[in-house]
């Protein structure tokens, strides 16, 4: 951003050197130079934007706190619940992850009775158990959650 002539503003509640920083811990100081160079890339930013719920942020030379920042729903619960097949009487849980790879497949009894998953993500899923559900991965989070 430096380069380019433009602020750069990070909005967050926690930063990966603080994250990384007990595999460092754990794992060995040769990985301590890794949590530096982040802390340094951090210090670059003009301002965070600080959400609740934050870790410790040392880096940061200009904070300001933010309350949560949201999506609001455009689409109603119920419109949503009768789109997936959810009655009311169902407690619903939202798995959402990114792109990344994995091994592991889910089962219908990862979840206790009376709950359906919704699993949002980009990647394709093999069968999935019938408690879990899969929306299409340019579903509108916000509407889910509602």
């Known amino acids: 951003a430096r380069r380019a002539g433009v602020r750069c503003v990070v909005c967050t509640n926690f930063t990966w050197d603080h994250i990384y920083a007990e595999y460092v811990e754990t794992q060995g100081r040769r990985f301590r130079v890794l949590c530096e160079e982040i802390a340094n890339d951090y210090a670059k930013a003009d301002?965070?934007?600080?959400?609740?719920?934050?870790?410790?942020?040392p880096a940061f030379r200009r904070v300001e706190d933010v309350p949560l920042v949201v999506r609001m729903a455009r689409t109603p619960?119920?419109?949503i619940r009768a789109q997936?097949?959810?009655s009311q009487d169902k407690k619903v849980v939202i798995y959402n992850f990114g792109g990344q790879p994995s091994s592991w497949s889910l089962k219908e009894s990862f979840l206790p009775t009376g709950w359906v998953c919704l699993v949002?993500?980009?990647l394709s899923m093999p069968q999935l158990p019938p408690n879990f559900i899969k929306p299409p991965a340019?579903?509108?989070t916000p509407d889910l959650i509602d």
Do not use: E, Q
């Open 47 to 57: 301002l965070l934007l600080r959400l609740p719920g934050y870790t410790p942020m």
């Open 77 to 79: 619960r119920d419109v």
């Open 120 to 122: 949002c993500t980009a």
């Open 84 to 86: 997936y097949g959810i």
């Open 138 to 140: 340019d579903v509108y």
